[in-house]
């Protein structure tokens, strides 16, 4: 190629382009994340995003209870607080822990930006590049982000229809510590998994626990969705059983994501080192909020109003897996979900369910595509849809939609012959996902 | 006279992101230069919502659909409501890769267009998949280029080497619309040349050259920063340069577009090869008609208001192609 005369520009637009640090290199713009764009479109049902629906919450009320806390505790309010978060606000979380059979103390507790902010900072304290985590197959989007913002390297674990498989864990750590890889932890959302859907009932938490006591693997468990359980109790949470493990607690669903309140319950030698990476990272975790929420706590009826979320929840669930039912083409399947938001279905074979996005769109209803939740390539048969946000009503005739985009993309692979396998995309699909369903 | 102006950025396509940044670079281009400018979607109340700005310009930047299919227009014709860029029905020629093709092969004679192919999706099914793809091998051969018909960004965009990959192809070109184009791979230089129409007539704007990272000028390559390279002017001799601008200038002619179009084109063996068009190109921090304004020492600001006052001056007559 000739060289370029000196009046020619040449940029890349970024003259920061070769300055950035190796880790932010998928941080890129993507096709699918622009489709969901349009699923923000009120003519398209959306079963992408996982919003919690907080229009029930009682916001005449909260308002007048929030004048009163600026006008009694502003100034304090709207200060730095401390970095470990407030005090009053770790004891109320130990209240609300209780509730899944929790007994901690205050002083372990850290008050994070959500639970997003928690998994940064315990992967910030643990991780060094190319150290392995563990995560269900497959995991939380959001966790594998921060994860890749760190540079680990992600191992997926096999589930079945109780969640992750105690043997499987067991062979990964030993397998991936032959190859001389470090294991710092296990990344587990026991209930309704983020994507799937799955509850590990009791003794299944028992035995993952014992093989991660057994082989020395830190447990990291992420429990958004707990006190969401539809029918029955919430099962108790891991860290109940094992003091050892590490809680990701969050006020997203059972009250509401906008306040940014999450915390993490560590062992005390841990805690120390996650809260002045907490005072490195946002100097104190959003002060106003903490007040926010303990005066809903103290003033409200927060256990009623989960009582509403679940009723709420079911309700659309139930629309949900109606939907499936009768819409679904042949050759799919889903999972039932008892809690949580999402459901995870499994297309026909041959189906990509990235590559049906835009034909779903089309259809005006959205989804995200499974193989944002394994950092393996997998998944390329599974998407998740979420049941939390639409009404009833727009969830069956999402499900409608969608049962019609599968069925003409199931048409057009008849037509064309894709269902032997012989002429799939070789790069997006690595075959059908572990059977979850 | 005002200084209203509604940006129409948004819409239900498929590109809904990329318009919406689009239309918010114009829309602060167009109050830096002392408009007053109304950021709107397409939805059921755009009709009043226009009807209650006191005589204003249309700026549509919206990409794919309705936006740049002509319909939307078509509905400003009838309303005499005052826009920028070209009519409904040169829009709809223009928009639609099945019809333009052939037309700019027609119309703007001396210039090159791939060899293509455009077919629907119950075609297949009626005739046979397998005879089609047989014949579409022997006819374009390999490698080629498999799209949807109505479409742009790359969306549905898949470059095919051999036989086995074609079904997939076609079949994820489906997946955006029922008309898929299977054409001949043109290999060489890629460049875009944008037209614009500020008053004086249309003229092209220096050609901007697109060297992608990945080799692919894909999505992520289009609107992430950094993942491409573009030289302007183009590293192209003078000659080819001045081919460039003519083809440009051509198919912005014989599609019968006004004020502004993009022209993509590939150059091979000296001589360009028009490969698509563009009625709303792209106006986002990395799309390539602002590129091609700052080549030409003008200002993107100066441009947009350029063209409004064009639109503005214009009578409710529509110069149909």
């Known amino acids: 190629m000739s060289s370029l005369e000196p009046s020619r520009r040449d940029t890349r637009l970024d003259p920061y382009i070769d300055q950035y640090a190796d880790r932010t290199g998928s941080m890129t713009v993507s096709a699918v994340r622009a489709l969901f764009a349009v699923a923000n479109r009120p003519e398209v049902v959306s079963l992408a995003g996982g919003m919690p629906n907080i229009a029930d919450l009682p916001l005449a009320d909260l308002g007048a209870s929030f004048d009163q806390l600026i006008q009694t505790k502003g100034v304090q309010a709207m200060q730095y607080g401390s970095g470990q978060g407030e005090l009053f606000m770790r004891e109320k979380i130990v209240e609300v822990m209780a509730e899944e059979a929790i007994t901690a103390n205050p002083d372990d507790v850290v008050i994070t930006c959500g639970s997003q902010q928690a998994l940064d900072l315990v992967t910030r304290i643990f991780i060094d590049p190319g150290d392995v985590i563990l995560a269900e197959a497959p995991s939380y989007v959001g966790a594998m982000g921060t994860f890749n913002a760190y540079q680990a390297q992600i191992h997926h674990v096999e589930m079945d229809e109780d969640g992750l498989l105690p043997d499987a864990l067991r062979q990964a750590v030993v397998a991936l510590r032959a190859a001389g890889k470090a294991v710092k932890f296990l990344y587990t959302i026991p209930n309704f998994n983020n994507p799937t859907g799955i509850t590990q009932p009791l003794e299944r938490r028992r035995e993952v626990l014992a093989v991660a006591r057994e082989l020395g693997v830190l447990v990291v468990e992420d429990n958004p969705y707990g006190l969401l359980t539809i029918e029955g109790e919430p099962i108790d949470a891991m860290r109940s059983m094992d003091p050892e493990v590490i809680y990701l607690g969050s006020f997203s669903k059972t009250f509401a994501p906008g306040f940014r309140v999450g915390w993490v319950l560590a062992p005390h030698a841990v805690r120390e080192r996650l809260t002045i990476a907490q005072e490195a990272a946002v100097l104190s975790p959003p002060v106003f909020s903490q007040f926010a929420i303990a005066n809903y706590l103290d003033n409200f009826d927060w256990r009623g109003q989960i009582a509403t979320f679940r009723s709420m929840y079911q309700a659309r669930r139930d629309a949900m897996l109606d939907g499936l039912s009768a819409h679904m083409p042949t050759g799919t399947t889903w999972t039932s979900p008892n809690g949580g938001f999402f459901v995870w279905v499994t297309l026909p074979e041959g189906l990509d369910s990235q590559a049906l996005l835009p034909r779903a769109v089309n259809e005006r209803v959205a989804y995200v595509p499974g193989t944002a939740f394994y950092a393996d390539g997998f998944g390329s048969r599974n998407m998740r849809l979420s049941y939390c946000f639409p009404t009833p009503e727009r969830i069956y005739e999402g499900t409608r939609r969608l049962g019609k985009a599968i069925a003409d993309e199931l048409e057009m692979h008849a037509t064309f012959g894709l269902d032997t396998g012989e002429h799939r995309h070789t790069d997006r699909n690595l075959g059908p996902a572990p059977d979850v369903s | ?321």
């Open chain 2, 1 to 321: 006279m005002t200084d209203n102006v509604i940006v129409l950025a948004g819409g239900l396509s498929h590109e809904r992101d990329v318009s919406l940044r689009s239309g918010r670079r114009v829309a602060q281009a167009l109050r830096d230069t002392g408009h007053t400018v109304l950021e709107a979607d397409v939805n059921a109340s755009l009709l009043d919502t226009i009807a209650a700005v006191a005589d204003p310009v249309v700026f549509p930047v919206l990409h794919g659909g309705a936006g740049e299919d002509g319909a939307l227009r078509s509905v400003f014709d009838l309303l005499d409501i005052r826009y920028v860029g070209s009519t409904g029905p040169a829009s709809r020629i223009a928009f639609d890769k099945a019809v333009s093709t052939p037309v700019v092969a027609a119309r703007a004679a001396g210039f090159r267009t791939p060899r293509q192919s455009s077919l629907p999706h119950d075609m297949f099914r009626e005739l046979g998949a397998a005879n089609l793809i047989a014949a579409l091998g022997e006819q374009i051969g390999f490698p080629m280029m498999v799209k949807p018909a109505r479409s742009g960004s790359a969306l549905g965009c898949t470059k095919v080497t051999q036989a086995s990959e074609l079904p997939a192809a076609i079949v994820a070109a489906f997946a955006y619309g029922d008309i898929a184009i299977v054409e001949e791979f043109i290999e060489g230089v890629e460049v875009a040349v944008s037209v614009i129409d500020t008053g004086g007539g249309p003229r092209a704007l220096p050609a901007v050259e697109i060297r992608p990272r990945s080799g692919v000028y894909d999505y992520t390559a289009r609107y992430t920063a950094g993942e491409t390279r573009f030289v302007t002017p183009a590293d192209l001799s003078d000659a080819e340069a001045a081919r460039c601008a003519e083809l440009a200038l051509a198919a912005h002619e014989a599609l019968g577009l006004r004020d502004l179009s993009r022209t993509d084109l590939i150059v091979r063996d000296g001589e360009p090869v028009f490969i698509e068009v563009n009625v709303a190109p792209g106006m986002t921090e990395t799309s390539l008609l602002p590129l091609a304004i700052e080549a030409s020492d003008a200002s993107f600001a100066e441009v947009c208001a350029a063209l409004v006052r064009v639109a503005r001056q214009r009578s409710g007559d529509t110069d149909l192609p």
